[in-house]
Every structure is written in structure tokens, then in C-alpha cells.
């Protein structure tokens, strides 16, 4: 009993048994999402020169997770002002209060000043400044306090010489105090004006005042504000500098009023007298920024593939809306949660992809019944791909989110075509007057097999992707999941459709074939003028494919998966105020190691490097050894020195750190035997040289697979070679076209892993055709002269094709809407390159091809 005999025998078994596998795949689905990671951070080879300049930096500047807070003075009537340090600090307090996770602290140049002016202040800093302002206030009390008295009550008397006694008594006049006793006498020895008096008599016996603070408080008070207390800060702070404590009169408030001076100079001063490279590193043009750190490296996983950035972004998004005006949150955390948010909103267009599947698959098979069928065929693979997403996960621990709706859009638009070339032949074996039997034996043997031969080329094209560093789990998740669809769809489909039999179609479209109706099909017209210009049609395919070519080997890319986003996230708009403030590297500077095992003498060698920086094209400041911005300074070099054995300078450019400036600018710093660069743009180049050599060899790998793949299901090696050569023109002239859309219409940088995902996925998935148009034509040639073979087998697969063409570019075309550049530019490749595949390439380049590389001699009617 043959297999086609058996499921149709045992369908309800079969439809049992894939009800169990439903019910077990129930925790995958339902738990594949918590593998998801938003991040799009790539890995690098630990021996590269970036990650060892980076892991040495990471010793001395942890390179932690971090959320970074942006507060605009638009929102604040001054960004110095104390109203706005009394915002910010609170902003920190609730944050250190909050239960975030992994939170290790926040900085800000707030908390920043806060905490210099406190080291400022040891205990016994304040212990003097303290007894500083005692003695000063009871000096100018004992000096002062008297004699203002005095005045007040003279003042009530009229200032008559005769009441200067009863003025004096009133005032507790002390006989026995000497100041109080030489200031009477000597008021009672002057003339003048009452105050005039009054002072000179102060003048006159404040010596009698033992204090060290006597001199000062005279020259400084008078009876109208010897008890202000400005007044005594500002007398204390000068008694201090006088003395060799020096400090400013509100440094001296501070310190007399708190025992948290730094807080309470910022409640009450602000930012006044902040240090310069404080504001540099806090405040630029009209923004500041507040940095949220956490205990975990930048770009670790915590839980469910998402950083600790991710996690905390809306908790400090909801303590910011309480203590602040308008901030706004940014990081990498940040972006890939408003990330995650966003395209979880594009995920309605799925649901349209269903929606067209059904009206395509109703068009072309003329069946309500097959519409409502592949609804649940291709929801049953996508449930099998999530399943796969959910195997990848427990191996990998997370899997990218880009990979979620690659898969997603791949699942629909693969089960779709294996559903309707299984489908398209069951109802064309019946409209040609084949039984049931051996209609639905025809269907499921025959074009069952190429659907297997197609599958296994996707599945195993697509493993490939294993082999790119940081795209493991795309190469399992997809080899599983079209290797599931496989098995659905060639033993669930046959069963269902064996309850069906022919009521699975319309009376409308099961009008028997005529023998030449064939002819009068426009996919067989078009073969026919293909075959007999074939040479024009190669010579023309060939030119536009070199120019192609060249495209696809010479168009810029860029490493920044951000560029895109629109601008309406949040965090995206931050990141630009940020780089429009602070300069594009403020973000990513270069950091340039020197290993001082490596010289004879540091100081002179770290001197040499410094000038050697400034003098670099595109720095604009350094930071580091003798270097501070854009002067060369002797500083204080053992802040800068790593572990005794390295020194670090952190260099910013005026260049995008993704830019091509600033990669020349850092591969000439590289080129240095002096340095150790590491930072991001220094990252990118590892990147760009690592995959150049692996892409290489993943191009020369799939082609490999695919060509093994086809030549022995075809026993052929000139299959391949016309449909690899086919699908690559294709992928070529759609990397260059998608170049000048992503350029001149869409404003925004190709990313460089469009390229090679489109040469994967469109070679797996082209090849698909492949399979299905070669089964046809060969079985055509066994009757069949070969031009004629080709001209049918096109005829009776044309529509088929197309449709099956159509589709897939629909729902892989569906990433085009998710608004992040990469899934952006991707759906817009597939869109191109698969109307390019479906109406050139198949239709017009394959007949021309297979007529010029095939002869009747080498066929003689009978291919195997």
C-alpha cells in the first residue's frame, strides 16, 4: 500500500494524530515570546581588536546597562536654576526608592555637583567653618547687639544727650562690662549725627572685644545688619580664605546650614559655579541629560531575551512623568522597548495577509472550501513555526525579534505555495478526467514530492544562516519550521482534502481541460516568444544582470539598525536631541589603549600619543593622559591608567560613529601600533572585515546546498545552474533598485545584513519555482519535443506560479509596514525581487534557458 493510499485510508487517524501534536505544542506557543529579544546587538570574535580594547576600558569604565533621561529647558524656566536641581534630585531619590531590578544608581550633573561639593568637606572642614560662623555671630553680637539696642531706645528719646543714660539703662546697661562702659563714655565725648555718634563710639571701644574674630566683624558689620545671616556667612567665608580655608560664601551657607552641604547648596544655588567639565559631560545647547545605570553589562539578557534597560523603561518613564516636565527616555533599552511596542502594532497586517491568501487561493482554484482550508493549514504552520521559534529559544536562550516576523511572513507565504501546487494538481488531474483516486494519488505523489524537494531546499538554505555570528537561532528556527510545514502539509492537507474529494471545488471551475487550451494561455505565449528569441532574451537578461552585479557588490551599507525609526518614539527623538547637542560619538566615543608594557619610558610615549590624537582628522576632543578636550595638560595620568599595564584616551569625533569619515578616522588610529582601539565605530570594522570573509563563504555554501539539492532530484547539473543564476540576477537587481528607494524615498541607510539575508531567503525560497517548473516541463518532455515540453509545462504552471509568486510577495512584502528600517527594507526586497522572479525570471529567462541549454537529442522524449 503506497503512502497516498495510506493517508487516505487512515485519514482520520492522520487528523488524530495532528490534533495530540496541536495540544502538546500548546506551552510553545504560548511561551516562544518570552525568547524574543528586541536587542540589535551584534556578537564579535573575542580575539578581535575591539573586543579586546573594550574588555581592557570595561575594567576601569564599566560598560554597564543604561538608560539615559533627557530634560529640555524649553520644559524648565532655567536648566541651572535650584527649582529644577530640586526636580532632578527628587526625580534620583524616587528612583533609588522605586523596586526597578538590577538597578545600581542614576548620575546627573546635579547628583554630580552634590556629591563634588561634599568631598570638598571632610568632618573637620565643617567643624571649623562651623565654629567659624559661631564665633563670627557671637563676636558681632557682643559687638553690636548693645550698641543697637542703645540706639533704639535713644531714638525714642529723641537722641537728647540728657537721655543717654536712660537710653543705656533700658538697653541693660552693665557698669562692670568694659565695652559697654567705654562705648557710654565715648558717646557721651562725640557730637555728630546719632548714628554717626553711635559708630564712633563703636570705633572707639570694640578693642575691649578679645576674639580672633573681632577685627573682622567690626569691618564688616553695623548695628542695622550685624545679625543677618548672609551677612555672617559672607564675613565667615572671607575670615576663611583669609586664613587659608578657602572657599566662597555659599560653599560656607551650605556647610554652616546642613550637614548635607551639597544638597543644600543645589536647593539653593542650583548649578552656580558648576565646574566646567561637569556641564560638558551633563549639559549641551539646551538639553541635560540624566544617566540611569544597572548592575548588568550593556547588552546582557536578563529575562525573555530583554536587557535590564528594557525591563526598567516603563517604570522610569512613569517616576519620570511624576518629578519631571516632559523628559525623555533613551538607550538602547529604551529603543528596543518602543521597539518591541511598535511593531506590535503592525501585527494587523498579518491578519490581512490571511485575508488576501483566501481571496488569491479562491481566484486561482476557484474553491470557497480551499480559502477556508489554507486559513487553517497555514495557521497550523505558523503554530508549528512559533513552536520552532519556542526549540530555538531553549538552545539559544532568545531569539530576535526580526527573525519572529521573517519567520512569520516566510510560513504564510511557503505553506500558501505548498498548499496551492498541491491543491492546483488534485483539481487539474480532475478537470483532465482522472478518477478521484487517481487524481488525489497524482496530486500528493507527484507534486507532494516536489513540494518535499522544494521544502528541504528552503529548509536547509535557510539553516545557513546558522553560520552567521549572532544568527544562530534564525538558521534552527527556520530549518524547523519548514521542515514541519513539510510534513503538515504533505499528511494533514491530503487528509483533509481526501473528505473533500472533488466537492472541494466550484462546478464553475471544473470544466474539463481541452487538449489545446493550453495554447491559448498567455504564460504559453510567452514561453513560445521566449524560446524563439532566446538568444536576445539571455544577451538582454545578461547585460541588465552585470549591472545588477555590480549593485549588489558595490552598494554602501550601514551597521546602524536604528537608522530608520521614526522619530515619533520617544527614545529615537532623544537620541537626535542628544547627537544634535552633544556631537554624534557623544554617545560612542573611540577609546584608544596604550599597553604600557610596551615602552621605555610612559610619560614621554603617552605624551607623543596625546599630540598624535589632537592632530588626528575629525577629533574634536580628548580625554586621557596629558590630554584634557583640545589641550595638552599635565594632569594627573593615574586616573587614566588601567591595572598598572594599560593607559586609556577617550577620543570624540565630529563624525557619526557609523559613518564612513569615522570609520577612515579610526582605521588610520588602527593602523597605529601605539593603540588598541576599541568603541563602536571600532567594533563596526571587526564586523565589517569578519563578514566579509563569512558572507563569502555563506553565499558559497547555500549555492553549494541548493545546486547538490536540485542536480540530484534532477539528476541534472543544468537545473541549478539556470535557476541559481536566475534567482541571483533577481537578488541583484534588487539590491541596487532597493538602494535608490532606501536612499532618495525613504531617507535612510541600507543596513548591511539586507544583502545577505535577501540572497538566503531568496534563493531558498526561489528555488521553490524552481522545482515546481522543472517537475512540469519534465514530465511534458517525456511526449514532448523540447521547446514544446518547455512551452506547455510554462502554459500549465504559469498561473500557478504567479499566483503562488503573488502570494508570497504579499506576505513577505507585509514587513514593509512594521516601521523599523530593517523589516522596512526587507518586506520592500521581497515585494521587488519576487515580482522580478515571478514575471521575468520564470516566465520569460527559464524557457529561454532551458531551451538554449536542453537539445532534443540529449531528451529523446524521455527524461527520467
Known amino acids: 500500500m503506497s503512502l497516498t493510499q495510506k493517508i487516505r485510508k487512515k485519514r482520520i487517524l492522520v487528523v488524530i494524530i495532528w490534533v495530540v501534536i496541536l495540544l502538546l505544542m500548546i506551552p510553545a506557543v504560548l511561551g516562544y515570546s518570552g525568547f524574543l529579544t528586541y536587542s540589535t546587538t551584534t556578537n564579535v570574535s573575542s580575539h578581535a581588536e575591539s573586543t579586546i580594547a573594550n574588555k581592557i576600558v570595561s575594567e576601569k569604565y564599566q560598560q554597564n546597562s543604561t538608560l ?301 472550501k480551499s480559502a477556508i482550508l489554507v486559513f487553517m493549514i497555514s495557521g497550523i504552520a505558523l503554530l508549528l513555526g512559533y513552536t520552532s521559534e519556542y526549540l530555538s529559544g531553549l538552545l539559544f536562550h532568545h531569539v530576535s525579534f526580526i527573525v519572529n516576523y521573517t519567520l512569520t511572513a516566510v510560513i504564510l507565504g511557503v505553506s500558501a505555495d505548498y498548499f496551492v501546487f498541491i491543491v492546483s494538481r488534485y483539481r487539474e488531474s480532475l478537470r483532465a478526467g482522472k478518477t478521484e483516486d487517481e487524481a488525489f494519488g497524482e496530486a500528493v505523489s507527484k507534486s507532494g514530492k516536489s513540494v518535499t524537494i522544494s521544502g528541504l531546499t528552503v529548509a536547509f538554505s535557510l539553516f545557513t544562516f546558522y553560520f552567521i555570528p549572532g544568527f544562530r537561532s534564525w538558521g534552527t528556527s527556520l530549518l524547523f519550521a519548514v521542515i514541519f510545514t513539510i510534513i503538515l502539509e504533505t499528511t494533514l492537507l491530503p487528509a483533509a482534502m481526501s473528505f473533500f474529494g472533488k466537492k472541494l471545488f466550484m462546478a464553475y471551475g471544473m470544466k474539463k481541460i481541452g487538449k489545446d487550451d493550453v495554447k491559448n494561455s498567455i504564460f504559453y505565449k510567452i514561453a513560445g516568444r521566449s524560446v524563439r528569441h532566446k538568444i536576445l532574451v539571455i544577451a538582454i537578461i545578461g547585460i541588465l544582470g552585470a549591472s545588477g552585479i555590480y549593485g549588489f557588490l558595490a552598494v554602501p551599507t550601514s551597521y546602524n539598525f536604528n537608522t530608520g525609526l521614526p522619530q515619533s518614539l520617544s527614545s529615537v527623538h532623544a537620541e537626535t536631541e542628544i547627537n544634535n547637542n552633544f556631537g554624534d560619538s557623544h554617545l560612542y566615543p573611540v577609546y584608544d589603549v596604550v599597553n604600557l608594557s610596551k615602552t621605555t619610558n610612559a610619560n614621554s610615549t603617552l605624551l607623543s600619543d596625546a599630540k598624535y590624537l589632537f592632530n588626528t582628522s575629525g577629533v574634536t576632543s580628548v580625554y586621557g593622559p596629558f590630554a584634557a578636550g583640545k589641550n595638552v595638560t599635565d594632569n594627573n595620568i593615574t586616573s587614566y591608567i588601567i591595572n598598572g599595564k594599560y593607559a586609556v584616551f577617550t577620543v570624540y569625533l565630529k563624525y557619526n560613529p557609523y559613518s564612513k569619515n569615522a570609520i577612515n578616522t579610526v582605521t588610520e588610529m588602527r593602523s597605529s601600533n601605539n593603540f588598541i582601539v576599541g568603541g563602536l565605530t571600532s567594533t563596526i570594522i571587526d564586523e565589517k572585515n569578519a563578514n566579509s570573509r563569512i558572507y563569502t563563504e555563506l553565499e558559497v ?95 500549465y504552471s504559469g498561473k500557478v506560479v504567479t499566483s503562488l509568486g503573488l502570494i508570497l510577495a504579499v506576505s513577505l512584502g507585509s514587513l514593509s509596514i512594521i516601521p523599523v528600517a530593517f523589516l522596512e527594507e526587507l518586506g520592500i526586497a521581497f515585494i521587488i525581487s519576487l515580482l522580478i522572479d515571478t514575471f521575468i525570471i520564470r516566465n520569460i529567462y527559464f524557457p529561454a534557458m532551458i531551451s538554449i541549454l536542453f537539445r532534443d537529442k540529449n531528451h529523446n522524449h524521455k527524461q527520467p
Open 68 to 368: 539615559i533621561v533627557v530634560i529640555n529647558s524649553t520644559y524648565y524656566q532655567n536648566l541651572s536654576s535650584s527649582d529644577t536641581a530640586k526636580s532632578i534630585l527628587a526625580f534620583q531619590s524616587s528612583l533609588n526608592s522605586s523596586s526597578l531590578k538590577y538597578f545600581s544608581g542614576s548620575q546627573s550633573i546635579y547628583s554630580a555637583y552634590m556629591t563634588a561639593i561634599n568631598k570638598e568637606f571632610n568632618k573637620s572642614n565643617i567643624e571649623n567653618i562651623r565654629d567659624a560662623y559661631s564665633g563670627i555671630n557671637a563676636t558681632s553680637h557682643d559687638i553690636f547687639s548693645f550698641p543697637s539696642n542703645f540706639y533704639a531706645h535713644w531714638e525714642i528719646n529723641s537722641f537728647a544727650n540728657s537721655s543717654i543714660y536712660t537710653a543705656a539703662e533700658s538697653s541693660g546697661y552693665n557698669n562692670s562690662n568694659s565695652y559697654e562702659h567705654d562705648f557710654i563714655s565715648s558717646i557721651n565725648n562725640t557730637t555728630g549725627s546719632p548714628f554717626g555718634r553711635v559708630s564712633s563710639a563703636i570705633q572707639n571701644s570694640y578693642q575691649a572685644i578679645k576674639t580672633p574674630y573681632t577685627n573682622i566683624v567690626y569691618s564688616t558689620f553695623t548695628i542695622n545688619n550685624y545679625s543677618n545671616s548672609g551677612s555672617l556667612v559672607n564675613a565667615t567665608a572671607f575670615y576663611l580664605s583669609e586664613n587659608g580655608i578657602y572657599i566662597n560664601n555659599y560653599m560656607a551657607s551650605a556647610a554652616i546650614h546642613s550637614n548635607d552641604p551639597g544638597k543644600y547648596y543645589l536647593y539653593h544655588y542650583g548649578l552656580l559655579n558648576v565646574p566646567s567639565y561637569l556641564k560638558k559631560e551633563y549639559m549641551a545647547g539646551d538639553i541635560g541629560i540624566i544617566n540611569v545605570i544597572f548592575t548588568v553589562k550593556s547588552g546582557t539578557d536578563i529575562v525573555g531575551g530583554k536587557t535590564a534597560g528594557e525591563l526598567a523603561t516603563p517604570a522610569v518613564e512613569n517616576v519620570a512623568g511624576k518629578d519631571l516636565n516632559h523628559a525623555l527616555i533613551t538607550g538602547n533599552g529604551a529603543i528596543s522597548y518602543e521597539t518591541s511596542k511598535e511593531t506590535a502594532k503592525a501585527g494587523f497586517a498579518f491578519g490581512l495577509i490571511f485575508i488576501f491568501l483566501a481571496i488569491a487561493i479562491f481566484i486561482t482554484l476557484v474553491s470557497w
Open 701 to 795: 555554501l547555500i549555492v553549494a546546498v541548493i545546486g547538490l539539492i536540485i542536480g540530484i532530484s534532477f539528476k541534472s547539473w543544468k537545473y541549478p545552474f539556470i535557476s541559481l543564476i536566475g534567482v541571483f540576477f533577481s537578488v541583484a537587481w534588487t539590491t541596487s533598485i532597493l538602494y535608490f528607494i532606501s536612499t532618495y524615498l525613504l531617507h535612510e541607510a541600507l543596513i548591511y545584513l539586507i544583502p545577505i539575508i535577501l540572497f538566503i531567503i531568496l534563493f531558498s525560497l526561489g528555488n521553490d519555482y524552481t522545482v515546481f517548473i522543472i517537475s512540469r516541463i519534465r514530465e511534458e518532455q517525456k511526449e514532448k519535443k523540447n521547446d514544446e515540453a518547455i512551452k506547455h509545462g510554462i502554459g
